[in-house]
């Protein structure tokens, strides 16, 4: 397919998925993280609100359940735990790709 | 990113059982379907690698659109296929729900969401190469598809379940989720983008990991792509 029409339908998609998520930004109460959007949103249903679509300000943090409910040491614990297992079954996978690719 | 944020007791009982029971549903069925077909060893390394991705970036507040997270799920289908894809959503809700993000009854929901994601975004994935699409635009619209309809299905499970102690109709509950997915609509651009450059930068040094060779051969591998 011509490039120019692979690009243009992705900018019509992209087109249609900002406009829908502006509008569900103003009507969910505005610049609200995640999980106070829905529960006020489900608990008083749409009331149209402001602020900015990007604060750097605030940087990226951990999740608040997992911040406020002291479990950041268990989760980086299973962030590296994760990846150690991942990058094991890698090199583990790589050792024995010679061998025909056998089905695990 | 469409991920149902309510606590223990948000959903009537009846709810909970039948989403819990669909979400066990769609994964016997992928068991049985990885058991049948079996896996190779590789795909098991990529699994692995893309759950540790997901888990992290699913636990990670971005501050764009008032507070997001990401959850890469439709890199992952595309990279580990839609049976690992799902198993991975299983994999990811369960240990974030242990954390306390998301409840433990509505792992069922949850998984159903996040796999639908993972599983839409592959085949679109696939579509679209088949259509000799470019890497990126075929794995960016793939995957603002997928999390795309994942976030329908949010809205849609939310909205038929009902929310206890909202004492919103159903016409008002129904609008309200409407905008929570449109929004999570919005924030799939980011994650597509993301999953675009993502996609491609592999396929510039791993071309068998984004199913080339799929494409050549028209084939198609329902456990994954290749490594």
Do not use: C
Not at chain 2, 20 to 36: D, E, Q, S, W
Not at chain 2, 197 to 221: K, T, W
């Amino acid at each position: 397919m011509q490039r120019w029409k692979q690009y243009g339908s992705l900018a019509a998609l992209f087109a249609v998925a900002i406009a829908a998520g502006l509008w569900g930004f103003r009507a969910t109460g505005g610049a609200l993280p995640w999980a106070k959007r829905s529960a006020k949103a489900l608990q008083r249903g749409v009331k149209e609100s402001g602020g900015s679509l990007i604060d750097l300000g605030r940087g990226v943090v951990i999740a608040g359940p997992i911040r406020k409910g002291g479990m950041v040491l268990e989760f980086v614990g299973l962030i590296v735990l994760l990846v150690a297992v991942g990058i094991a079954l890698y090199v583990y996978a790589d050792r024995y790709r010679g061998l025909n690719d056998k089905t695990a | 990113m469409a991920h149902i944020h309510l606590g223990e007791g948000s959903f009537p009982l009846w709810a909970l059982v039948l989403w819990t029971l669909v979400g066990v549903g769609l994964i016997g069925v992928v068991t049985y379907r990885v058991r049948k077909g079996g896996i190779k060893t590789h795909q098991i390394a990529l699994a692995g690698i893309g759950a540790a991705a997901s888990f992290a970036i699913f636990q990670l507040n971005l501050p764009v659109w008032g507070g997001i997270h990401m959850n890469l799920t439709g890199l992952v289908g595309i990279l580990a296929g839609p049976a690992l894809g799902a198993l991975i959503a299983l994999v990811v809700n369960i240990f974030s729900a242990a954390l306390g993000h998301g409840a433990v009854g509505l792992l069922g929901a949850n998984t159903l969401v996040n796999a639908t994601e993972a599983v839409v975004a592959y085949y679109i994935f696939k579509t679209l190469m088949r259509m000799d699409w470019d890497i990126f635009p075929a794995s960016a619209s793939a995957a603002t598809i997928g999390l795309s309809a994942g976030a329908v299905l949010m809205g849609a499970i939310i909205v038929i379940s009902g929310v206890n102690g909202s004492a919103l109709p159903r016409a008002d509950l129904t609008i309200a989720v409407a905008g929570l997915v449109g929004l999570n609509l919005g924030v799939a651009v980011i994650e597509g983008i993301l999953t675009g450059f993502v996609v491609q930068f592999l396929a510039s040094v791993r071309p068998d990991l984004v199913g080339l060779g799929d494409r050549q051969q028209g084939e198609e591998d329902l456990s994954g792509v290749t490594a």
